[in-house]
């Protein structure tokens, strides 16, 4: 029972450093382990940290209430000890995954993301419209002394305009792909 207590330190410091890892991080494109590790398919380390500490608990609840036979307690033992070592493992190779190529799939944004940037696009096109319908007439308003900072206002908006519906445009475009190529 003692060397199972030493455990318990070395399982919150590493759901610490997995916090901050993952934060630091974000999700990788593809499980960190092999499903029979972890049973979840696991792209960020706490998950995984919770895990080993559920299989902590479980040796810990059948061993107090004498239901822990030899063999199971082999087993979650070994497995206990795999998840951790694989958990120490991610954590030292942190330097080296950094270096690695990102998959595709970890610069594509979630599609209700790209429905709320376009959103917000239309919401950008909508008062663009509206402040090019104000500086025309500002420029139509102006007198001739006034005229020339009038219409490069009014141009500096049409461009803003432009700009934003090439991007909405953008959007529109990857929002139609991913829905075929789902």
């Known amino acids: 029972m003692s060397k199972l207590s030493q455990l ?3 399982l919150a410091q590493l759901a610490v450093d997995a916090a901050n890892l993952d934060r630091a991080r974000g999700e990788h494109h593809q499980p960190l382990f092999d499903e029979r590790l972890f049973h979840a398919h696991c ?12 299989t902590f608990d479980t040796i810990l609840r059948e061993e107090q209430a004498n239901k822990l036979t030899q063999q199971r307690a082999e087993f979650l033992s070994e497995r206990l000890l795999a998840q951790i070592s694989a958990i120490q493992r991610e954590l030292s190779t942190q330097s080296i995954r950094k270096n690695e190529p990102k998959h595709s799939s970890y610069y594509r944004k979630p599609i209700n993301a790209l429905y709320q940037e376009l959103a917000q696009h239309q919401e950008w096109e909508t008062r663009l419209k509206d402040m090019v319908r104000e500086k025309e007439f500002a420029v139509s308003q102006a007198s001739s002394f006034q005229q020339q900072q009038a219409q ?7 461009q803003r305009l432009k700009r934003c519906q090439e991007a909405k445009l953008k959007i529109e475009n990857q929002i139609t792909y991913r829905e075929k190529n789902q």
């Open 43 to 54: 792209k960020l380390l706490v998950p995984c940290v919770k895990e080993a500490q559920s």
């Open 8 to 10: 318990k330190p070395i």
């Open 152 to 158: 490069q206002a009014l141009i500096a908006t049409e």
